[in-house]
T-cell receptor, first 115, second 114 residues
Framework: AQTVTQSQPEMSVQEAETVTLSCTYD???????LFWYKQPPSRQMILVIR??????QNATENRFSVNFQKAAKSFSLKISDSQLGDAAMYFC????????????FGGGTRLMVKP | GAGVSQSPRYKVTKRGQDVALRCDPI?????LYWYRQALGQGPEFLTY????????KSGLPNDRFSAERPEGSISTLTIQRTEQRDSAMYRC????????????FGPGTRLTVT
């Protein structure tokens, strides 16, 4: 079974600065997908960014980018030019290429943004 | 278009009562997933369907939990004889099918068992 670990329960960043959230995972599979979801106080689940394991290039979405290290099974999220609206819980998630395709989530990191 | 909807959004029930939580996926979506999220934790998989067929129920905690999707669209998650430990946010997500598609999450049902 796959496991996803987020070792930082809480992180804090100054507005306009850059912050990196860490995620590691354990799998024996070679093909899979990785995701970062944002959960604001409304508790909606919002997809921030996704990465296919077969792609060597790191995904980027505007101010959000990832550092995907397949051999190290590491998938960190970098938020540049942090904004007050970025304050939320962030969840890292894994999804297999094979049957089922359910998401396995980490425990989350609470990001606080200071004005 | 309409997203995934869930009802009720909030449910308070007394211990021992049965509850039914409804999920209405995006029209045409093949796969439907149920997750449970305890406060301060990440969501955990419960079960999923392709069309009307329940493909995997390995995440259901015990036999008090069941789910159905009889016509391949709306799904109901039923919890019998609720216990306080069942209190959580219950979320469903739908996807067109296949691992490359994003899972679209509903707003969740917050269940409180008193």
């Amino acid at each position: 079974a796959q496991t996803v670990t987020q070792s930082q329960p809480e992180m804090s960043v100054q507005e306009a600065e850059t912050v990196t959230l860490s995620c590691t995972y354990d799998t024996s599979e070679s093909d899979y997908y990785l995701f970062w979801y944002k959960q604001p106080p409304s508790r909606q689940m919002i997809l921030v960014i996704r990465q296919e394991a077969y792609k060597q290039q790191n995904a980027t979405e505007n101010r959000f980018s990832v550092n995907f290290q397949k051999a190290a099974k590491s998938f960190s999220l970098k938020i540049s030019d942090s904004q007050l609206g970025d304050a939320a819980m962030y969840f890292c998630a894994y999804r297999s290429e094979g049957a089922g395709n359910m998401l396995t989530f980490g425990g989350g990191t609470r990001l606080m943004v200071k004005p | 278009g309409a997203g995934v909807s869930q009802s009720p959004r909030y449910k308070v029930t007394k211990r021992g009562q049965d509850v039914a939580l409804r999920c209405d996926p995006i029209s045409g979506h093949v796969s439907l997933y149920w997750y449970r999220q305890a406060l301060g934790q990440g969501p955990e998989f419960l079960t999923y369907f392709n069309y009307e067929a329940q493909q995997d129920k390995s995440g259901l905690p015990n036999d008090r939990f069941s789910a159905e999707r009889p016509e391949g669209s709306i799904s109901t998650l039923t919890i019998q004889r609720t216990e306080q430990r069942d209190s959580a946010m219950y979320r469903c997500a739908s996807t067109p099918g296949g691992p490359s598609y994003e899972q679209y999450f509903g707003p969740g049902t917050r269940l409180t068992v008193t």
